[in-house]
C-alpha cells in the first residue's frame, strides 16, 4: 500500500521557467492538499481539491500558479515563469474523507537560480 | 484564520514534560496535531472532533476546548524521539463539508538527555 508519491523530489529552474510539482494520493483517496513551506517556517495552505474540481484556491496567488486534479492521474501544482521567491518545499497530502487524516508526500524542494 | 501556536519553542530534558497550545479566533468544527522532524514530511498525530474531546497516543495525548476554540498537546516523560516541531491544524465550523485545513506556525521542541 504504497503511500503518497511526490515527484520530483528536487527541481531546479531558472527564472523564467515552468515547474510542474506531482503528486499521486494514496490509493482511495479523492482529497489532495498542497502545502508551501520555506525553511524553518510553518505549512501554508495554498489549494484543496477533490477529483476534478477545485474546492478552495484562496491560498494560492492570483497569476502564476494553477493547480488540478483529474478524473485519472495524478494531481499537478504548475508554476509558470518562476521567480527566486518561489524557491521552497512544496508538500501535498491526501485525505480519504473530509476532516480525515492527512498522509503528506515527502515534499518536492524546488530552487530557482 | 492561521490558529495560533504558543509558546513558540520549548527545550526539555528527557522526562520531563510539556504543553503545547492551539487557539483560533474562529469556531472550530476540529482540531488535528502532526510533527514534523527536520527534513522529514509532516506525520499525523490525532484528531480531536468534540468539544471537551481528549485523546491519547502513547504518552502524548490533546484536549480540545470547543467554547474557548482551543487545543492543548500534552507530552509526558519525553523522550529524545518526540523532538520536532509539532503543528496543529483547524477546521472552521460550518463550512459545510468544504472547510480547509488550516496550520499553525508550529511549535518546536527539543528534548535533550
Known amino acids: 500500500n504504497a503511500g503518497v508519491m511526490q515527484n520530483p523530489r528536487h527541481l531546479v529552474r531558472r527564472r523564467g521557467q515552468e515547474a510542474r510539482l506531482r503528486c499521486s494520493p494514496m490509493?482511495?483517496?479523492?482529497?489532495v492538499y498542497w502545502y508551501r513551506q520555506l525553511p524553518e517556517e510553518g505549512l501554508k495552505f495554498m489549494v484543496y481539491?477533490?477529483?476534478?474540481?477545485?474546492?478552495?484556491e484562496s491560498g494560492m496567488p492570483k497569476e502564476r500558479f494553477s493547480a488540478e486534479f483529474p478524473k485519472e492521474g495524478p494531481s499537478i501544482l504548475r508554476i509558470q515563469q518562476v521567480v527566486r521567491g518561489d524557491s521552497a518545499a512544496y508538500f501535498c497530502a491526501s485525505q480519504g474523507q473530509y476532516n480525515e487524516k492527512l498522509f503528506f508526500g515527502s515534499g518536492t524542494q524546488l530552487s530557482v537560480l | 484564520q492561521q490558529p495560533v501556536q504558543s509558546p513558540q519553542a520549548v527545550i526539555l530534558r528527557e522526562g520531563e514534560d510539556a504543553v503545547i497550545n492551539c487557539s483560533s479566533s474562529k469556531a472550530l468544527y476540529s482540531v488535528h496535531w502532526y510533527r514534523q522532524k527536520h527534513g522529514e514530511a509532516p506525520v499525523f498525530l490525532m484528531i480531536l472532533l468534540k468539544g471537551g474531546e481528549q485523546k491519547g497516543h502513547e504518552k502524548i495525548s490533546a484536549s480540545f476546548n470547543e467554547k474557548k476554540q482551543q487545543s492543548s498537546l500534552y507530552l509526558t516523560a519525553s523522550q529524545l524521539s518526540y523532538s520536532g516541531t509539532y503543528f496543529c491544524?483547524?477546521?472552521?465550523?460550518?463550512?459545510?463539508?468544504?472547510?480547509?485545513?488550516?496550520f499553525g506556525q508550529g511549535t518546536t521542541l527539543q528534548v535533550k538527555p
Open positions: 490509493k482511495g483517496h479523492s482529497h
Open positions: 491544524g483547524t477546521v472552521h465550523a460550518g463550512s459545510s463539508n468544504t472547510g480547509k485545513l488550516i
Open positions: 481539491l477533490q477529483k476534478e474540481n477545485i474546492i478552495d
